[in-house]
Structures are given as structure tokens and as C-alpha cells.
């Protein structure tokens, strides 16, 4: 499924810049999420960055856009022009300088 926002929002403006998609935008009155690019941010990190920034937790899913994390993934792809194989998987993380060395 695809997140939205409800009227619950208090316009706090953290939501929006921690979208990876670029899904999240300030609507008439509320901010509001674009289901064709909300991924619930599938193949950027473990979980909706959204939904974890949200102080009054106004972003639940979004009934009216199922789908599967596999859908999401395909999504993600196609938004980012990834290729089309591998399966959604844990986000790499960045390599610490040393961390590698094994010893001492």
C-alpha cells in the first residue's frame, strides 16, 4: 500500500524533505502523498521515513492504493530506473573507514 496523510496534520513540515521518492507535497491545506510514487520506502530504507518523523502520527496506509512489497519494489525500480533484477532487500549500508580491517 501506499501512504497518506490525514486531517490530522499539523503542516510541521518534517515529513516532506524525508521522502526519498519525492512523494510527500503540501496540498491545499495539508501536506499530502502521491500514491504513484510513495514506495513506503521500499529499496531506501527499513521502514517509511514519513511515519517515523511524524510527531502527531498522521501517516497510516492507504486503503485505496493496495499493494504488495513486491509491487512497491517494481515501483521503486521503475522510479529510480534501478534494474529489474535482484528482490527488495535490506538497503547497503555506507562502508566505515576501518571497519573492515579485522584485527587490532
Not at 524533505?17 to 510527500?24: D, S
Not at 515501483?75 to 527488495?88: D, I, S, V
Request: charged share 20%; hydrophobic share 30%; with cysteine.
Amino acid at each position: 500500500m501506499a501512504l497518506m496523510i490525514t486531517d490530522e496534520c499539523i503542516n510541521c513540515d518534517v515529513c516532506e524533505p524525508e521522502c526519498p521518492n519525492e512523494a510527500i507535497s503540501l496540498g491545499p491545506e495539508i501536506y499530502q502523498i502521491d500514491p504513484g510514487k510513495c514506495t513506503e520506502c521500499v529499496g531506501h530504507f527499513d521502514e517509511p521515513q514519513c511515519v517515523q518523523v511524524c510527531p502527531v502520527a498522521c501517516i497510516p496506509l492507504n486503503p485505496d492504493h493496495l499493494e504488495s512489497r513486491d509491487s512497491l519494489w517494481r515501483k521503486y525500480q521503475r522510479l529510480t530506473g534501478k534494474p529489474e533484477t535482484g528482490t527488495p532487500a535490506e538497503p547497503a549500508l555506507p562502508a566505515v573507514p576501518g571497519a573492515a580491517s579485522g584485527g587490532g
